[in-house]
């Protein structure tokens, strides 16, 4: 039995409803779950989608979220940059789903979607990235809700409101308060190793062939999770650009003692298998580096997994937070 139609009815007669109940009274109990209605609220607009759907497609930054948070999903894009986040039951659960898109919204394949028969569509891109996609032809398959990052620490409530459309914002509340309680449990332990430091952090995403390295700030991809056990990143970007940017730029290699000068720590980036990325070993190669006075004083530190963007890999995130920063304890 499809599941589509009858939300379609119900949201045809009644979309002004935050809550209502579409026709019929079958004993199909899949049918009966996906039959009930809600209104919510997406950077598309407000969108009439079933309570709890049984057939989601999720793309972007929504993939990571509703694997773990267990929503039913009948498929999604592709997520090769948080493969190395998942744990393996959560790679398996990947694996195993219909891929229904590559890693760029250009690659959607429509078909795919279609023959997927979904109940609810959950695109998790940026919204200057919807432009690449046909959102007329997705929504004549299935309600559609726009749910994507703005800044890099939005990733909390981002990942929110992805469960909540899904039908799955109590398992997205456990995974919640098990990081809180992690990122409570170094703050503490870290409290005196980290009272007054000034802390710098140096990105991925840095462009070798222009000389530049990526100095992040508080808010950042590299910074964001590890404020929440304390950390202080000082500083700000010299002009705000939208997005990451507003927590972000690239300066020129030649700056790094303007830049990091004043930092009492910095930390960096690192690759899933520990070791630099490009950018940020051609940053570590340089003698400007090497003479920054945190660097002279053995206060930088490397950290894995730091685009984490849910809360069970920024769990794994805090982790190597914790093995990076054990140094400072003996200070």
């Known amino acids: 039995m499809h599941t589509r139609k009858p939300w379609r009815l119900a949201a045809a007669v009644a979309a002004s409803l935050v809550l209502a109940t579409a026709c019929g009274s079958g004993s199909d109990s899949e049918s009966g779950a996906s039959a009930e209605i809600r209104v919510f609220e997406a950077d598309n607009g407000k969108v009439t989608i079933p309570v709890d759907p049984q057939r989601v497609i999720a793309t972007g930054y929504a993939v990571p979220v509703l694997i773990e948070a267990g929503a039913k999903l009948a498929g999604i894009s592709s997520w090769k940059r948080g493969l190395s986040l998942m744990t393996a039951e959560d790679r398996k659960t990947y694996d195993d789903l219909n891929k229904i898109a590559g890693d760029t919204a250009a690659e959607t394949n429509y078909e795919a979607i279609a023959k997927a028969d979904p109940d609810l569509i ?10 690449d996609l046909d959102m007329k032809r997705l929504e004549s398959i299935a309600p559609v809700v726009a749910i ?9 409530e981002l990942s929110f409101r992805q469960s909540d459309a899904a039908g799955r914002a109590g398992e997205h509340a456990k995974a919640k308060a098990a990081y809180e309680k992690r990122a409570g449990e170094l703050k503490t332990k870290y409290e005196d190793a980290l009272a007054g430091l000034k802390f710098g952090h140096v990105g991925e995403y840095g462009d070798v062939s222009a000389g530049t390295f990526m100095r992040e700030f508080g808010g950042s991809w590299g910074t964001n999770i590890a404020q929440d ?30 830049s990091l ?17 490009e950018s940020v070993k051609y940053a570590l190669d340089s003698e400007l580096w090497k003479n920054l006075p945190a660097v002279k004083d053995g206060n930088a530190f490397g950290l894995r997994y730091t685009e984490a963007a849910t809360y069970e890999s920024a769990t794994r995130t805090l982790d190597e937070i914790d093995k990076a920063l054990a140094p400072l304890l003996e200070k």
Do not use: H, N
């Open 122 to 131: 959950v695109i998790g891109v940026p919204a200057p990235v919807l432009g």
């Open 148 to 156: 994507g990052p703005t800044l890099p620490s939005a990733w909390r």
């Open 229 to 258: 056990i304390g950390v202080t990143y000082y500083g700000e970007v010299k002009k705000k650009g939208g997005g990451s940017k507003d927590v972000s730029e690239t300066p020129s290699v030649e700056e790094l003692p303007e």
């Open 261 to 277: 000068g004043e930092a009492d720590a910095i930390t960096y980036s690192l690759e899933p298998d520990g070791k630099p990325g």
